[in-house]
């Protein structure tokens, strides 16, 4: 009986039978040499594109410049169409509407309360008759809370300009008394009111003035509001 016994010696870096790695110093050799060659590669067409637009240094500049051109055109076409006048139809209804809440975001918070306009002085009795007249106009209840009525008297403006940083986007407007000794017949007053809360309506086409034609419309409305009860006051027509 003769016994045979072959022996495979073991190559260095090769795979045994079952898929088990012998050595793997092989694979970390042929990793190195393709990273070799890719960096050579990657180095030689960077110094040719470098070459290429150094030599052709008009049309390097036309690459670069075109694109760039193009995204200009693009934003000042947009810029022009949403800086565009569309009337709505049927007009501008010009009346002072009821306030709306803003939070931060100049969003409107829909479950919140607010007060269209804080008035001062309330213990003026023009003034308070004056926005009696205003409220009655408008819809708007009175009362002393802010965020609970429409219409809310301060008895100083000092005292409404607190309320107004206290009360961020609730207190819409204020209409304050400066002349609380004139006579019936003459009234003077500032209105006090928040870019803000006009920017955010005009955006979100609350107010139509505003985002159609670039016009802080609820402003004006407020102003005529407080003219007419001004003058309404003034010609005897104010209730109590």
């Known amino acids: 009986m003769q016994a045979e016994m072959r022996v495979t010696p073991q190559v260095p870096g090769a795979v045994a039978e079952g898929g088990r790695p012998g050595n793997f110093r092989h694979i970390l050799d042929e990793a190195k040499?393709?990273?070799?060659?890719?960096?050579?590669?990657?180095?030689?067409?960077?110094a040719k594109s470098i070459?290429?637009?150094?030599?052709s240094r008009l049309w390097s500049l036309i690459y670069c410049a075109v694109p760039l051109a193009t995204v200009l055109c693009l934003a000042a076409a947009s810029t022009a169409l949403n800086s565009s006048i569309f009337p709505?139809?049927?007009g501008v209804d010009f009346q002072l509407t009821r306030c709306s809440a803003f939070n931060a975001n100049g969003r409107v918070e829909t479950?919140?309360?607010?007060?269209?306009?804080?008035?001062?002085?309330?213990?003026?009795?023009?003034?308070?008759?004056?926005m009696r007249n205003f409220a009655k106009s408008g819809g708007f209840s009175m009362g002393?809370?802010?965020?609970?009525?429409?219409?809310?008297?301060?008895?100083?403006?000092?005292?409404?300009?607190?309320?107004?940083?206290?009360h961020p986007g609730v207190i819409e407007a204020g209409v304050v008394s400066t002349n609380s000794t004139a006579s019936k017949g003459e009234a003077s007053y500032g209105l006090w009111y928040s870019k803000t809360s006009l920017r955010s309506a005009a955006e979100l086409g609350i107010d139509e003035l505003g985002g159609y034609y670039k016009v802080v419309g609820w402003s004006l409305a407020l102003q005529q509001a407080a003219d007419a009860a001004v003058i309404g006051h003034a010609l005897g027509s104010a209730e109590g």
Do not use: M, N
Not at 51 to 55: E, F, K, N
């Open 51 to 55: 070459l290429t637009c150094w030599r």
């Open 88 to 90: 709505p139809e049927g």
């Open 33 to 46: 040499e393709l990273g070799a060659k890719f960096a050579i590669q990657t180095l030689a067409l960077t």
């Open 111 to 130: 479950a919140a309360t607010c007060t269209t306009a804080g008035y001062a002085p309330a213990g003026d009795p023009a003034a308070h008759a004056a």
């Open 144 to 166: 002393s809370g802010v965020g609970r009525h429409g219409v809310v008297g301060f008895a100083t403006g000092e005292e409404l300009g607190a309320a107004l940083l206290k």
